[in-house]
């Protein structure tokens, strides 16, 4: 197992910042496998943020 690259988290995590709303729930959808909740744009970036780290 590789250690993670923090630099490339980060970049991911700042791409994911750009994104509009249906973009993000399109995410969502990749990393959860699941349909996105009803919560704001804010919210869905943490969220996504969080499950991108848990995942490296």
Do not use: F, H, K, N
């Amino acid at each position: 197992m590789t250690p993670p690259d923090p630099a490339a988290i980060e970049a991911e995590i700042e791409r994911i910042r750009s994104l509009g709303l249906e973009d993000l729930r399109r995410e969502w959808r990749r990393l959860y496998r699941s349909e996105a909740p009803r919560i704001s744009r804010d919210l869905l970036v943490l969220a996504l943020g969080y499950r991108l780290q848990e995942l490296e």
